[in-house]
């Protein structure tokens, strides 16, 4: 079965960086895009960044952009997400996703398969 899941959270510094990853199990990953979800407390889940690990087309939010690089490492089954300089406003519960016959997709509904999250704490 399709198993997704996100690994790397932890608290850090403003200015700081984390290293998020996405493992994926079940599906051949170059077969879907994968995409990174962010949900802070009482607000709704955005978009932030997604890949399309047959050709490596990405997409980013544009409160990440500049700061965040997705990538994938499609012989580990592992998706990554790099966050750099981080703010407090990017605190929020960061989580994957999966999507089939899309190949780009930007929003949740695109996507098939999630994943559990992991809790990025950005102090300041």
């Known amino acids: 079965d399709v198993q997704l899941q996100a690994f790397g959270g932890g608290l850090v510094q403003a200015g700081g960086s984390l290293r998020l990853s996405c493992s994926a199990s079940?599906?051949?990953?170059?077969?879907?895009?994968i995409g990174w979800f962010r949900q802070a407390p009482g607000k709704e889940r955005e978009g932030v960044s997604s890949i399309n690990s047959g050709d490596g087309s990405t997409y980013y939010a544009d409160s990440v952009i500049g700061r965040f690089t997705i990538s994938s490492d499609n012989a580990k089954d592992t998706v990554y997400l790099q966050m750099n300089n981080l703010s407090p406003e990017d605190t929020a519960v960061y989580s994957c996703a999966a999507a089939m016959g899309i190949r780009l997709p930007t929003q949740r509904y695109e996507y098939d398969y999630w994943g559990q999250g992991t809790l990025v704490t950005v102090s300041s």
């Open positions: 079940g599906f051949t990953l170059d077969d879907h895009a």
